[in-house]
């Protein structure tokens, strides 16, 4: 079962989402309108909790997880993902505030603390570290990850066609029979 609880906790999905029968979701998770979750998904909220915005999709072998609540950290790190956000492939996303209108490429490692603004490109492979904050409008890549340059209009209009296009694949895939 790709949907668990931890302790009395469950997740909390809406209606309109796809989740993979392959996933697996756990904890305090919760799945706003037209989220989609992918194969091999793995997404534990069991210290802290996570949120997925409207319209965004994790793909396939990504690892979203948080940081508990310490003496050190009052509030720990949880996991905040914005709308219309497109996490790629084989990504690990722990502890991080992502904004809206995001793309992270395949690969990427965003750790615990890091705030990514609206309307970001992370390119593949990429590694954002601890407590970064990457600022609206701009694409970034390496390891540890650098600002390159402003995003052209063509790709700031990607972000949102991302999620649009992930929303009528989750879609297809939601209106096959089982």
Same mark, same amino acid.
């Given at each position: +079962?790709?949907?668990?609880?931890?302790?009395?906790?469950?997740?909390? /999905?809406?209606?309109?989402?796809?989740?993979?029968?392959?996933?697996? *979701?756990? &904890?305090?998770?919760?799945?706003?309108?037209?989220?989609?979750?992918?194969? %091999?998904?793995?997404?534990?909220?069991?210290?802290?909790? *996570?949120?997925?915005?409207?319209?965004?999709? /994790?793909?396939?072998?990504?690892?979203?997880?948080?940081?508990? @609540?310490?003496?050190?950290?009052?509030? $720990?790190?949880?996991?905040?993902?914005?709308?219309?956000?497109? !996490? &790629?492939? =084989?990504? +690990?996303?722990?502890?991080?505030?992502? $904004?809206?209108? /995001?793309?992270?490429? +395949?690969?990427?490692?965003? +750790?615990?603390?890091?705030?990514?603004?609206?309307? @970001?490109?992370?390119?593949?492979?990429?590694?954002?570290?601890?407590?970064?904050?990457?600022?609206?409008?701009? %694409?970034?890549?390496?390891?540890?990850?650098?600002? !390159?340059?402003?995003?052209?209009?063509?790709?700031?209009?990607?972000?949102?066609?991302?999620?649009?296009?992930?929303? =009528? %694949?989750?879609?297809?895939?939601?209106?096959?029979?089982?």
């Amino acid at each position: +079962m790709p949907i668990r609880s931890y302790k009395t906790i469950k997740p909390s /999905i809406n209606k309109n989402c796809y989740i993979d029968e392959s996933a697996v *979701i756990v &904890g305090e998770v919760e799945c706003a309108e037209d989220v989609s979750i992918w194969p %091999l998904v793995a997404a534990r909220g069991d210290v802290n909790y *996570i949120k997925i915005g409207a319209r965004s999709n /994790i793909q396939d072998g990504t690892v979203l997880h948080v940081s508990r @609540v310490s003496e050190a950290n009052p509030k $720990g790190f949880p996991l905040v993902i914005g709308e219309d956000v497109t !996490v &790629g492939h =084989k990504c +690990m996303l722990h502890g991080c505030t992502l $904004g809206d209108r /995001i793309l992270v490429g +395949m690969g990427a490692i965003i +750790m615990d603390g890091a705030v990514i603004k609206n309307d @970001v490109f992370i390119g593949a492979g990429s590694l954002v570290p601890p407590n970064k904050t990457l600022e609206s409008g701009y %694409l970034y890549v390496g390891n540890p990850v650098k600002q !390159v340059r402003l995003l052209k209009e063509s790709e700031s209009a990607f972000l949102t066609q991302s999620a649009i296009n992930y929303v =009528k %694949l989750k879609n297809e895939y939601l209106a096959e029979p089982n």
